[in-house]
Every structure is written in C-alpha cells, then in structure tokens.
C-alpha cells in the first residue's frame, strides 16, 4: 500500500468493526506495532483483530504477562495470535525476552502495544499504526505506516472506504 494511509472512527465499536476487517487482510508474520498514549485505543483495536480471526476469549492489556497468545484456528495460515504490550518494558528488552520474531515466522501474527520503544527486537513483517484522538469525543484517527509494503495496497483500499481519510 501507499505509506502511510489513514483511517478515521468516532466511537469503540467502530474501531472494533475496523479492527475485524484489518484481520481479514493479516497473514502469518505479520508484526503491528501500536503507537498512541494511554486511551488511544491500541488494545480496542487489538480486540476487534481477535474478534476477525474468531477468538472468542477476553483480549485487554497484557501489561503484566508482556505477552498473551491466543489460538486462531488457522485461516490463512494464521495459527496463533500475540498480543504484547512493553509499556513497562521499555526499550531494554531483548530479542529472547520476547520470541515474537520466532513465533511469527511459524504461523502467528503480533499486535505490540508500544513497540516502538523496541522494533528491532520485534522480528516478523512490520507495519506501524499509530493512534491519535481527533478533534471530536471518541474520534480516533489511525495512520498506518506501511513502508515494506506489507499490506496489498488494492485490498486495503477496497476494505477500507468505510473509514479512510486522505
Ligand atoms: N473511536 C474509539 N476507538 C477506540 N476507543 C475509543 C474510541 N472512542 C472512545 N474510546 C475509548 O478509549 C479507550 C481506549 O482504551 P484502550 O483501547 O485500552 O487504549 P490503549 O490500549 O491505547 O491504552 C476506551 O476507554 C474506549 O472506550
Ligand atoms: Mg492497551
């Protein structure tokens, strides 16, 4: 896809719908790293990815175990999905604290709440969302920055119309 796209909801259900139909355009190793303060929806939009590949389990924060992994049940490939958030890590982990690099590479994709603070010991096919509040209550605009070209830029778009912005 272009760059850098962006994508506008205005209230949690809508990022969830929106979260459910990114899911549907995952494949195995893919690495979504989350940017945005507390509140931003990071973990919203994580739920509504979990719902698209049909976890049906709780999805919040895993503040405390860094990593949560849920079992998908293998559409496109995608086995497992890692929901991570290094909030209270900070940028002194290493790459074997996390395993995500590995993990992907056998069937998972990852959704990392502040992984900016480490991409590089991320591993997996990178693509950075990151979350802002808008102007309105409840609006939340979502950039993603694609600049591998992980995403196939023609399904992005056509899944898309419903919440892009220019
Ligand atoms: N458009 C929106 N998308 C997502 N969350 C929203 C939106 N509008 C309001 N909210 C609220 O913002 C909060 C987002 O929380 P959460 O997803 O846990 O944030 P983070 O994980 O980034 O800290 C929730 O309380 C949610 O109800
Ligand atoms: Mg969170």
Do not use: C
Request: hydrophobic residues 40%.
């Amino acid at each position: 896809m272009n760059t850098t796209m962006s994508f506008r909801t205005t209230s949690l259900g809508e990022t969830h719908a929106f979260g459910e139909a990114v899911s549907e355009l995952m494949n195995p190793g893919m690495t979504i790293v989350l940017v945005g303060g507390l509140g931003a929806g990071k973990t919203a939009f994580t739920q509504g990815v979990a719902k698209g590949l049909g976890i049906e389990s709780r999805v919040t924060s895993p503040t405390f175990t860094m990593v949560a992994t849920y079992d998908v049940d293998g559409r496109r490939g995608i086995r497992t999905l890692l929901h991570a958030d290094l909030y209270r890590v900070g940028s002194g982990i290493e790459a074997d604290d996390l395993a995500i690099g590995e993990l992907v590479e056998e069937g998972a994709v990852a959704m990392v709440e502040w992984g900016d603070v480490a991409p590089d010991v991320l591993g997996g096919d990178q693509v950075f969302v990151h979350i802002e509040t808008g102007s309105e209550d409840d609006e939340r605009i979502f950039h993603f920055v694609d600049t591998d070209d992980i995403f196939n830029g023609g399904l992005i778009s056509a899944a898309f119309e419903r919440w892009g912005q220019s």
